[in-house]
T-cell receptor, first 115, second 116 residues
Framework: AQSVTQPDIHITVSEGASLELRCNYS??????LFWYVQSPGQGLQLLLK??????LVQGIKGFEAEFKRSQSSFNLRKPSVHWSDAAEYFC?????????????FGTGTRLKVLA | KAGVTQTPRYLIKTRGQQVTLSCSPI?????VSWYQQTPGQGLQFLFE???????NKGNFPGRFSGRQFSNSRSEMNVSTLELGDSALYLC???????????????FGPGTRLLVL
């Protein structure tokens, strides 16, 4: 069955430190992969996406993610975290165009940033 | 281009009542999906509409229903509300025309429903 795992429920980093949020997926084919961010009380904002091609993708707000097929991972990274990055981050997998149209989300990682 | 809008933003209902939530997708988007988000269950897929037809449905009881209009606007309805229906309901839209824009969903701010 298709699934997305975000093993870290909470992560705390100091402002200016680097960040890596983990995401592993289980899927029968190469999926479409996404990272979203949700600030308290808000909807989800798309940070970046991977469909094909270069496995290192750049997103908004200085985030990047690397698709590693051999590890079934799509980890999100940022070299220097800002206090405004405190939020909840969701990894999601979407089907290819011919598949059932359905997104699967991970359970989220809540990021806390220390001043 | 305006983003996905949802109305109302906040709603308080009592058990047994019904509620209708509205979602206006990004102009040109024909696919609208609905999600329920709760602290315990996370983001769960409710259903997806494309060109006024429900294409996919999640594992929710029949009390949860939806529809889509010819202008792609969508509504979801929950009848006989239960305390457990308290959640943030998110709507997302996408183009569905193929290419790299296909399958990218853009989310609205959500409707927060509290059932007392």
């Amino acid at each position: 069955a298709q699934s997305v795992t975000q093993p870290d429920i909470h992560i705390t980093v100091s402002e200016g430190a680097s960040l890596e949020l983990r995401c592993n997926y289980s899927y029968g084919a190469t999926p479409y992969l996404f990272w979203y961010v949700q600030s308290p009380g808000q909807g989800l904002q798309l940070l970046l996406k991977y469909f094909s091609g270069d496995t290192l993708v750049q997103g908004i707000k200085g985030f990047e993610a690397e698709f590693k097929r051999s590890q079934s991972s799509f980890n999100l990274r940022k070299p220097s975290v800002h206090w405004s990055d405190a939020a909840e981050y969701f990894c999601a997998v979407g089907p290819p165009p011919s598949g059932t149209y359905k997104y699967i989300f991970g359970t989220g990682t809540r990021l806390k940033v220390l001043a | 281009k305006a983003g996905v809008t949802q109305t109302p933003r906040y709603l308080i209902k009592t058990r047994g009542q019904q509620v209708t939530l509205s979602c206006s997708p990004i102009s040109g988007h024909r696919s609208v999906s609905w999600y329920q988000q709760t602290p315990g269950q996370g983001l769960q897929f409710l259903f997806e509409y494309f060109s006024e037809t429900q294409r996919n449905k999640g594992n929710f009881p029949g009390r949860f229903s939806g529809r889509q209009f010819s202008n792609s606007r969508s509504e979801m309805n929950v009848s006989t509300l239960e305390l457990g229906d308290s959640a943030l309901y998110l709507c997302a839209s996408s183009l569905e025309f193929g290419g790299e824009y296909q399958e990218t969903q853009y989310f609205g701010p959500g409707t927060r429903l509290l059932v007392l």
